[in-house]
C-alpha cells in the first residue's frame, strides 16, 4: 500500500487547509485511514481517523474546527481544517490499515506533509 499525502503548506492564522491522501497498490484489505501530526519536539499524535463504513474519530482539540472525509471509490481520504492556530503547526502523515483499531501504530505510511501556522 502506498500512500501520497499533498495539500500543506504555509496558512495564516485564522485561515484554512485542505490535505488529500490517495492510496494505491494492494488496498483492498484497507480499514481505517487517518491523519497524524507531529509537532518539532513532540511525539506524532492522531488529529482524525476514518473507517471504510464512514466512522469518525478526532482528537479533542480539533474536533470543532477539523472535519475527515473519504471518498472510496478513489481510495482518498481528505482533511479540512478551519480556524488554524500556531499550534496547529506539524508534519501531518496519512495513514491506513486493515483494522480500526486507533490504539496501534497504523502498519502503511505516507511522506510527511507540513503545515505552518503563522500570523
Known amino acids: 500500500v502506498q500512500l501520497q499525502a499533498s495539500g500543506g503548506g504555509w496558512v495564516q492564522t485564522g485561515g484554512s487547509l485542505r490535505l488529500s491522501c490517495a492510496a494505491s497498490g494492494s488496498i483492498f484489505g484497507i480499514n481505517a485511514m487517518g491523519w497524524y501530526r507531529q509537532a518539532p519536539g513532540k511525539q506524532r499524535d492522531l488529529v482524525a481517523g476514518?473507517?471504510?463504513?464512514?466512522?469518525?474519530i478526532y482528537r479533542d482539540s480539533v474536533r470543532d474546527r477539523f472535519t475527515i472525509s473519504r471518498d472510496n471509490a478513489k481510495s482518498t481520504i481528505f482533511l479540512q481544517g478551519n480556524h488554524l492556530t500556531p499550534e496547529d503547526t506539524a508534519v501531518y502523515y496519512c495513514?491506513?490499515?486493515?483494522?480500526?483499531?486507533?490504539?496501534?501504530?497504523?502498519?502503511?505510511w505516507g511522506q510527511g506533509t507540513q503545515v505552518t501556522v503563522s500570523s
Open positions: 476514518i473507517t471504510r463504513a464512514g466512522l469518525t
Open positions: 495513514a491506513a490499515d486493515e483494522t480500526a483499531d486507533y490504539s496501534k501504530n497504523f502498519t502503511y
